[in-house]
């Protein structure tokens, strides 16, 4: 018995000896743990003190409010509201009343926000006479949202966001002024500001800090891309959970994303606009928005009274924060170019880069100075950036436009990759190293934040919907468009994945320097403002390299109504002949559908020369458009002609064919190639180089060889559903006539439109296009 007693106490010493010594084993490696992340993170900190904030972020879990066509829906992220100036101000009307006038009347705003919706590039392009454009459809109206009041933040109110509610247009059609005949022109849906909607989601604003950087939920990004990538078309990369959470901290060479805000506490958290938040101005003082309005296209009067280093929410998708980048990510040299800019927007751009990216990637900010003509744009701006060394201003000597001045930026840059931004942007946490890591896992990855809306009438920072890409639509009209649920699921993507963009917005993205050169930059025939974002996109993809929207970096853009600055040449021709050229360089065959969407007056205007960039193309060994489009953008509809196969006469119920140089009418047989037409985008009714043309002078019609710039070979079918519809108009007649089958099939000829006569009416055997 004593034995067994003994034996039990000595075993229990044991026990116990194993028991200490292994919770003093986990506590040193636990310690030792702790003491590598921060290591880790001291290494890449020691530039500045890092606060490191915790934002309870609500959730981007959107659905998607608008599923048709390419609705990008904004949400307000915060509706609380702040006041600027000290006029008797509170209620909800007053607000609506700030977005009501706004420097102008609200339907004259809408207005203009139609236009402006309908073409990115283009916009506008459409407006002139011959041809016009009608809007079909256009719903407009209020969104009430309450919020719930938080700790530390000025009392929320109901904000009316009455321009939010924008939904577009889904068709809109020309009349062309001479013949007044219907032509269908695809502006449909296209949106620059994506048009919004009020959901019931609020970000909250941050209660607390936090302490360094947590161990907890660590993601890696992979890139997930494998021998399939090719095949699958718009995947996005995909960014795995690890299984053990430890391993992926302790893994040499990585560490989570950095949350950098130097504006985490505010330093008065009761400012105009504080946290994002929409400012309403008194009434008495809408004389004076108005009157500011137009230095920028935006509520100017507002801006300028909200801090230029003021905090706005974090809104990455939840994941983001605990994704892990890579240590040694390349530098990167942040280049604004910008033209009489509003000084408060332009400061807080450069501040919001300032206090977001992490120093040691920040190499420098480039100011480019497009001949600005604003006074405080000058001195009064260099001596505000000189207590930032990392902050260079260059000053172009005349005005170059954008796309030149970008190219100066870029030629003083010395970041390994080149991140280009508006001058009216703010830079949200943790915006910059997700863009980095991808162009570090791929030197040819082109990535571009999500580009968040800050309200051009009240200021406030507002989120987008998840799952946003950027397209383009005939005649290369930018939009937004949702990626369909079933590729969503497909593909397994999360909100926080990295998706595939045919198109990129134009503004915000980064590029590796050598790359971007080796792809021979930007186009610098391109004029002004207008058609690079196309030019560069389609170069980089047809070119080797991918597009992505990184949804873990976010940036809030000012989306105006108008340019606020003055084109040297007339806006539209600047834009159209930019557009030009991409189209002529980039597009092949496809450029027909570009010129046929309205643009046939484009075919013959001065573009400039072109051999370089056509041997540029030559020389990188870029894909073909189709291939593009097969590739990229498989689900963009462009067939390369608009009707083919028989053309049937129902009066006659015969088809015309083509034989030895001569039209005639036989009975129809698909089987017989002397009986295939092509009705193309130019309007050619066309049998291989041979085009059916109504001839000058008397009735007849002639067959000529084609040639897209002349309009007289043009006729107008299925151009709109009148009841004309299915007749072949000459394009060029003043008065219409029509092409008529002779009754007894042995004429052909023009004669005066008559919308019943069968003689005069055309079936080809297949429309791929109205
Ligand atoms: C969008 C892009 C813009 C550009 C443009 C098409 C976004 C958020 N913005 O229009 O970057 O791709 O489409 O070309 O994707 N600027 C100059 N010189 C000029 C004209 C403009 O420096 O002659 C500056 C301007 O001050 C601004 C930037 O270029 O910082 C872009 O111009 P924008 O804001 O008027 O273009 P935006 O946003 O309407
Ligand atoms: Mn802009």
Redesign the pocket.
Known sequence: MMKVRRYLRGSGRVLAFVFIASVIWLLFDMAALRLSINDVNSQLLKEQVIREREIFKQQSRVTQLMKRGFKHPVQRVDLAVTHAGKGPLSSDNKLAQVYRQGGKKQDQMLGDKKINSLH??GDNLLKTDPPKYVVSEHKEGAAIQEVTPKQGVPAKKKAVNLDQNLTKSETSRVIDGSNKVMLPVVVSNIT?VPPGVQKDKHALLPTSKKGPIETGDVQIALDKTDSKRNKKVMTGAKVSQLDNNSTAVRKPGVHKVLSLDMTQAPRDANAVGQFGQAALVASNEDAEVRKRWDEGHFNVYLSDQIPVDRAIPDTRPEMCAQNVVHDDLPSTSVI??????VWSTLLRSVHSVLNRSPPHLLKEIIL?D?FSTKDNLKEQLDAYMSQFPKVRIIRLKE?????R?RLAGAAVAKGEVLT?L????ECNVGWLEPLLERIYLDRKKVPCPV?EVVSDKDMSYMLVDNFQRGIFKWPLV?GWSALPDEYIKKNNMTVSDPIRCPV?????FSIDKKYFYELGSYDPGLD??????MEISFKIWMCGGEIEIIPCSRVG?I??GQ???K?PKDRQKTVERNLVRVAEVWLDEYKDLFYGHGYHHLLDINIGNLTEQIELRKRLKCKSFKWYLENVYPDMDAPLVKAEGLVFNRGLRKCLSLQKGFLLFEICDLSKQSQHFNYTWMRHVRQQDLCVAPQGKGNGFALQLCDNTKPELRWFHKSSNSALAEHLIAEFVSHHMCLEAGPQGDTLRLNPCESRNTFQKWQFTHYHAQ
Do not use: T
């Not at 005005?399 to 796309?403: D, E, S």
């Open positions: 990115h590039q620059q604004f170019c910008f033209v009489d800019e480019v497009d005005r170059q436009g954008l796309i001045a280009f508006d001058s009216h942007v580009i930018f990129m917005a134009g503004g915000l002004v403002w207008g058609g690079e974002n853009h989306f105006r340019n606020p600055y084109f």
